[in-house]
């Protein structure tokens, strides 16, 4: 069965900081999507970013980037120089690729305040 | 194409009333999932369709719950006998999978949900 776990519920940090979000997850199967989502405020869960599990080359988009170590089964999110506007909930999600069980799984999230 | 539209935006029950709400996918999308959210909770997946044919529903719904997706366009999940218990957000999302072309694979996007207040 898949699993997400997202082990920190809250960090606070301040503005300009630099910030990592952990993300471990479970999966049987050998080739899946990681995701990344945000939920500001207003609450519509907005994507972040999709990873095949056959492509482990790191990614970075502006002040954003993303760790994927498939030897340690995780898939650990950075925000550089960290923003008021960064201030969301953040959730880790998996879905298998060729797998019966190939529904969107998510974390619980983690909570991120970017203090000013 | 304006995304995923979720109808209505929310709603507010009599416990052991029914509801319905509706789900309008991004019109190319083949995949439709339902997710609840509580307070403080991560999406919990409910059920989810390929075109017209539900593929899973969690063992966590009852038989209150049923969705539908006729013809593989919008979809519908009903709530029978509301239980206060099921107050909380109702997600709908859509995305498209191929398992042929694996390239023509894209993300969920998620409409902006339903809320449920059960009384």
């Known amino acids: 069965a898949q699993k997400v776990t997202q082990a920190q519920t809250e960090i606070s940090v301040v503005e300009k900081e630099d910030v990592t979000l952990d993300c471990v997850y479970e999966?049987?199967?050998?080739?899946?999507?990681l995701f990344w989502y945000k939920q500001p405020p207003s609450g519509e869960l907005v994507f972040l970013i999709r990873r095949n599990s056959f492509d482990e080359q790191n990614e970075i988009s502006g002040r954003y980037s993303w760790n994927f170590q498939k030897s340690t089964s995780s898939f650990n999110f950075t925000i550089t120089a960290s923003q008021v506007v960064d201030s969301a909930v953040y959730f880790c999600?998996?879905?298998?690729?060729?797998?019966?069980?190939?529904?969107?799984?998510f974390g619980k999230g983690t909570r991120l305040h970017i203090l000013p | 194409d304006t995304g995923v539209s979720q109808n209505p935006r929310h709603k507010i029950t009599k416990r052991g009333q029914n509801v319905t709400f509706r789900c309008d996918p991004i019109s190319e999308h083949n995949r439709l999932y339902w997710y609840r959210q509580t307070l403080g909770q991560g999406p919990e997946f409910l059920t989810y369709f390929q075109n017209e044919a539900q593929l899973e529903k969690s063992r966590l719904l009852s038989d209150r719950f049923s969705a539908e997706r006729p013809k593989g366009s919008f979809s519908t999940l009903e709530i029978q006998r509301t239980e206060q218990g099921d107050s909380a957000m109702y997600l709908c999302?859509?995305?498209?999978?191929?398992?042929?072309?694996?390239?023509?694979?894209?993300?969920?996007?998620f409409g902006q949900g339903t809320r449920l207040t059960v009384v």
């Open positions: 999302a859509s995305s498209r999978r191929d398992r042929t072309f694996l390239e023509r694979d894209t993300e969920a996007f």
């Open positions: 999966t049987r199967d050998t080739t899946y999507y």
């Open positions: 999600a998996l879905s298998e690729v060729w797998g019966r069980d190939d529904k969107i799984i």
